[in-house]
């Protein structure tokens, strides 16, 4: 008898039916009122937002909403179409020149998401009969750009250049060329890749270096540009891809190179073809945001004050965060009934941190976490550090 | 190069540790998924051992087309020749 339609989630709606007689509200988040880029009212509650990814605060950055609004008042809601035909706006181009001029590398491209960002290069800069290798914990936009290819695709284990290495190695005799993915800081864990040993196999191999600076763009190196630039090794890199939905407090995505040739994408890549672009007042918010973020280092010091703050208490608190401190704080269960039990306590004393389940997580266990930001307040930090420490007793 | 025989008992004795289900016998007809209940982790935590316990790099383009033990026997002996 043939299967039905939806018999094929059967798993997953049992497992979902399970979590929602444990917790309820996981499955209904919903942000009802959202009064500043750290509080917000959830299921009638006001809670401190710190799971956001809003690494700088500048979602209600006064600038950035001002010139959003000038610009659909000029140009419209939307652009109507995809960037090969009416969706080219001036606005689209003069930010594809200034993040060239940010991260000093001749072109750059923009997508209306970082998701799109990632499937549009990592689909098509290379094909059939090519490589791409990597890190296992990479974010699923890149999976899934590799999977849109049609390169080959292997893993290297979690920051393991020793690893990586050993899959160059046996690639050697193939003689084809192999683009190698890293990201600048991980989302779930917080880590940075070991890259200077990622481009010293590069250049030892031969091969191309992607580096997705989505969660580190405003947040690494001393003008924010990410690991690249914190390492040292912005010339060997060979694409940098990012998000304008973190640190720049809206959404969209880019990528930028020295390789000259990285603008034929522009008709060779079917997700950059066949999407509508980012509308007027997404790209004047973004414009803004990369201009303060320029002007503005104090928000990047502010950001690591208060992950240095709150990783310290609950690194003292006995939870198990990772080994060092960044923006992305997150404490890790083997139970995932466990991490039910402390994200619902948080919530209730009106703290709002994700709750990240496998597969998503790096060793299927749960997540607790937390990103915090420039815009949170030394007391809002505090606050949500004495939630946790009144939960430690509930830790299984 | 190994046998298919050799390849089989390697990979039974890397998944036998894996399986939950008490006293199920591994053999190349079971369903990785339907009858081993192995999920998209364990599967990718099985592919490291593979890798490297044969030496090669399995490209994870190759997972659709694999369902049963014995579908994994044959790509692994493929990827063994190709080294």
Redesign the interface.
């Known amino acids: 008898m043939i299967m039905a339609l939806f018999d094929k989630f059967e798993q997953l709606a049992n497992t979902r039916q399970a979590m929602e007689e444990k917790c309820s509200d996981f499955f209904n988040i919903v942000m009802e009122d959202i009064s500043s880029a750290t509080e917000a009212v959830v299921n009638g509650q006001k809670v401190i937002l710190a799971g956001t990814n809003n690494y700088l605060g500048l979602t209600f950055n006064e600038e950035c909403i001002r010139a959003s609004c000038l610009a659909a008042e000029k140009e419209g809601t939307g652009t109507t179409g995809s960037r090969m035909a009416n969706g080219t706006f001036s606005g689209h181009v003069a930010l594809e020149h200034e993040l060239s001029d940010f991260f000093g590398r001749g072109q750059t491209i923009i997508f209306s998401t970082g998701y799109v960002a990632n499937l549009a290069i990592l689909s098509t800069i290379v094909g059939p009969g090519e490589v791409i290798l990597l890190d296992a914990d990479c974010h699923a936009s890149i999976y899934d750009g590799c999977r849109l290819g049609g390169a080959e695709v292997i893993r290297f284990r979690h920051n393991d250049a020793g690893d990586l290495e050993k899959r160059l190695q046996r690639l050697e005799k193939r003689n084809t060329n192999v683009l190698i993915v890293v990201e600048g800081l991980y989302s779930m864990m917080g880590d940075r890749a070991p890259l200077a040993d990622i481009v010293s196999l590069k250049k030892k191999y031969g091969a191309y270096l992607v580096v997705d600076e989505a969660h580190s763009l405003g947040v690494l190196g001393q003008n924010g540009r990410g690991l690249a630039e914190e390492a040292g090794v912005e010339d060997s890199v060979d694409f940098v891809i990012g998000t304008f939905s973190k640190s720049l407090g809206a959404i969209g995505g880019f990528c930028s190179s020295n390789h000259p040739e990285l603008n034929l994408m522009r008709y060779a890549s079917r997700p950059y073809v066949f999407t509508a672009s980012s509308s007027p007042s997404t790209i004047a918010s973004t414009r803004t945001a990369l201009r303060v973020m320029r002007a503005k280092p104090e928000l990047k010091h502010q950001l690591w004050h208060n992950a240095n703050l709150l990783y310290s208490r609950l690194h003292g608190l006995d939870f198990n965060v990772g080994p060092e401190a960044s923006p992305i704080i997150a404490v890790q269960y083997t139970n995932v009934k466990d991490a039910l039990v402390i994200w619902n306590g948080l919530l209730e004393l009106g703290i709002y941190v994700n709750m990240v389940l496998p597969p998503a997580t790096p060793d299927g266990g749960a997540l607790l976490r937390c990103s915090l930001s420039a815009a949170h307040t030394t007391a809002q930090i505090e606050k949500i550090g004495d939630a946790f420490a009144s939960l430690t007793g509930n830790q299984g | 190069m190994p046998k298919n025989e050799e390849v089989l008992q390697q990979i039974v004795d890397i998944l036998k540790p894996k399986v939950s289900k008490d006293g199920l016998e591994v053999t190349a007809e079971l369903d990785l998924v339907n009858d081993l209940g192995l ?3 364990k599967v ?1 935590e099985i ?2 051992d593979l890798e490297d316990t044969f ?7 190759i997972l659709p087309g694999i369902r049963t033990v014995g579908d994994l026997v044959v790509k692994i002996q493929k990827l063994t020749e190709d ?1």
């Open positions: 999920d998209s982790l990718m592919l490291e030496d090669i790099s399995i490209p994870i383009n080294k």
